[in-house]
């Protein structure tokens, strides 16, 4: 792309198209779980050759070196870039550095979960921010083990405060005192800046794009970047040849295989009689990849007078000549339909992409389905009817689009780099301020380096959270109530947890042939109101865990515990440890089977 634009580059990462079409890279996109990306599946030998530097190539280190040889005044840089810019910024401590975010989910906010985290499920009532306490404390553990190791091998001296567990705190619940602001990359008539942030410290700027002209001189000359060869005019033909096409794309998303995707690509525009423009993206969609099985001919038929593949497309140019746009609710291609004026399905895969979906029906500028891997042509074509047609959805992205298009992100952002850079970091404002969190780091650091557990650190953490958020110090002194209202159930041998892997269902009365209520998951804690005559139905309610407030379960089914009275008062806490284990054993400890989790 830089060379493209006949800018200055260097390689300074592992591919990210590799990464995803790795192993676990595909895992995560089917299941549409971003841990699994991290650290949760094995590899071939060569992907571990790709992602763990096999190859010769240290990255962390190359990234050094290129900065250092290239010598900037400023680094602006993403969360793709965090291990290596934590490393740099060691060795280049007088380096200004601002962060640029391409979506919300990156500073702590009651309304939105951070992406590693969105497979933590919340208890009712618990408020979402937990979700960002979970990824700070996260965070933190990695660190302070790193630095037990260091402590370890006698280098615990040489520990850089950036590299300590409170840099996580910092980062995620002090920006009021950070060194820089937080650069915003997106649009802030579509996602305005949440309630309960610090106010100036993130700075909205609104999306940076490439300008249209730009895009379609680089489509028309037949640039990597927005178009391949001589398709442009294969294009402009199409789109003149009938009504307004539906885009359907999914640039680096792919579930299953390409057949599958090219399959339901099509499949959808048939079940919606629509003309249709499909860009190949990563996975390389082309009318070959629905396969010559007999049971696609219809599929193939229907490509022949309604359907036109491209390699790649220029979206500021095709999009606003489009019905409505297809793809998988990356926050960029969101933006481009959105401005463009057009309505939008977005068919999640992972990262932002739910939250994106659950906002666009909301606000009723498109429609949300269900994660890609689950979703068929007859959904998803129904989907696409209702977006071509629906009035309220088309008048409301058209409003929505005079608003994007008076925003100019990219001159935002300079207008506010430049003024920055005078004011801050040539007043020496900004080394001040980083020569502030230096000292706050080191001397928490200090406090806390010779504990072998965490605890105590985190439990300063929390009483800083709930003096910062209401919204926390309510929920911790619901916690403390509700401890204690399983200790006294304890005591009165009434206290029930669910240990089935599956849960437990629970049904309205005694009977077996009552309406079922919803499931207790495993972990979940009941208070026994009062039992059948033969104790193999009890009625219980939630006091703690996830399922319905009460209801009526059999403990036993087929001779198997479902649920099982609580006899020790340490089961308690063990309890509700276990239960945040099991969610992340996999990712924690991926060597581990499910069938070896009591082990651990």
Not at 242 to 270: Q, T
Not at 305 to 320: C, D, Q, T, Y
Not at 419 to 431: A, I, L, P, R
Not at 434 to 443: M, V
Request: proline share 4%; net charge negative; with cysteine.
């Amino acid at each position: 792309m830089a060379q493209e634009f006949d800018l200055e580059g260097s390689v300074i990462s592992v591919e990210v198209k590799d990464v995803l079409a790795s192993h676990r890279g595909r895992k995560a996109m089917e299941k549409g779980d971003m841990c699994l990306l991290g650290m949760a599946q094995k590899f071939d030998d060569e992907e571990e050759s790709l992602l763990d530097g096999k190859d010769g190539k240290e990255w962390g280190k190359v990234f050094v070196d290129e900065v250092k040889a290239f010598k900037p005044d400023l680094l602006i840089w993403t969360q793709l870039l965090t291990g290596q810019v934590t490393g740099l910024r060691q060795v280049c401590p007088n380096l200004p550095c601002l962060f640029a975010c391409y979506q919300p989910h990156t500073y702590p906010t009651n309304h939105i979960g951070p992406i590693l985290m969105q497979r933590l499920e919340l208890e009712p009532d618990q408020p979402t921010i937990f979700r960002w306490v979970m990824d700070m404390q996260t965070q933190a553990m990695m660190s302070f083990q790193s630095c037990k190791e260091m402590q370890a091998k006698g280098f615990g001296d040489a520990v850089h405060p950036r590299a300590t567990p409170h840099a996580a705190f910092e980062r995620l619940f002090n920006l009021e005192e950070a060194e820089s602001p937080f650069l915003m990359a997106y649009s802030p008539s579509w996602w305005p800046a949440y309630d309960d942030w610090p106010k100036g410290k993130m700075i909205l700027t609104g999306n940076w794009k490439i300008r249209k002209e730009d895009q379609e001189a680089a489509a028309a000359k037949g640039g990597q970047l927005f178009n391949a060869g001589g398709q442009h005019q294969a294009c402009v033909d199409f789109i003149e040849a009938g009504e307004k096409p539906v885009y359907i794309g999914w640039g680096s998303m792919m579930v299953f295989s390409k057949e599958h995707m090219a399959r339901l690509a099509v499949g959808a525009l048939k079940e919606a009689n629509r003309r249709g423009i499909i860009v190949g993206g990563w996975a390389e969609l082309s009318e070959e990849s629905l396969g010559d099985d007999e049971e696609f001919a219809d599929l193939k038929e229907f490509c022949k007078s309604h359907v036109l593949f491209l390699k790649s497309a220029p979206h500021e140019w095709l999009f606003p000549q489009c019905a409505c746009c297809v793809h998988h609710g990356g926050i960029g291609t969101t933006q481009a339909s959105l401005s463009a004026g057009i309505p939008t399905v977005v068919t999640p895969v992972f990262a932002d992409q739910s939250d994106i979906a659950i906002k666009l029906t909301q606000d009723k500028h498109g429609l949300g389905t269900v994660h890609l891997s689950e979703c068929t042509a007859k959904q998803l074509g129904e989907k696409i009817y209702r977006c071509c047609t629906d009035t309220e959805i088309i008048n409301n992205c058209k409003e929505l689009a005079e608003k994007m298009q008076k925003e100019d992100g990219v001159a935002t952002t300079v207008e506010f780099i430049e003024k920055w850079m005078q004011d801050e970091v040539k007043s020496g404002n900004w080394k001040k301020k980083s020569e502030a969190l230096l000292a706050r780091l080191e001397l928490f650091h200090e406090k806390f380096k010779d504990l072998n557990d965490p605890g105590p650190m985190f439990a300063k953490w929390n009483m800083d959270l709930a003096e910062k958020y209401a919204v926390i110090k309510d929920y911790q002194e619901y916690q403390v109530e509700t401890y204690g209202k399983m200790v006294g159930t304890f005591m009165q041998k009434k206290l029930w947890t669910v240990t089935a892997a599956g849960g437990c269902l629970t049904r309205e009365g005694e009977g077996l042939k009552t309406p079922d209520c919803g499931r207790f998951k495993e972990f979940a804690m009941l208070e026994e109101l009062e039992a059948n005559k033969t104790g193999s139905r009890i009625r219980v309610r939630r006091i703690k865990g996830i399922g319905p407030k009460e209801g009526w379960i059999s403990p036993v089914v087929s001779g198997k515990d479902i649920a099982v009275k609580v006899t020790k008062q340490a089961q308690i806490q063990e309890i509700g440890a276990r239960s945040m284990l099991k969610q992340f054993a996999d990712v924690a400890y991926p060597e581990v089977s499910k069938t070896d989790f009591d082990k651990l």
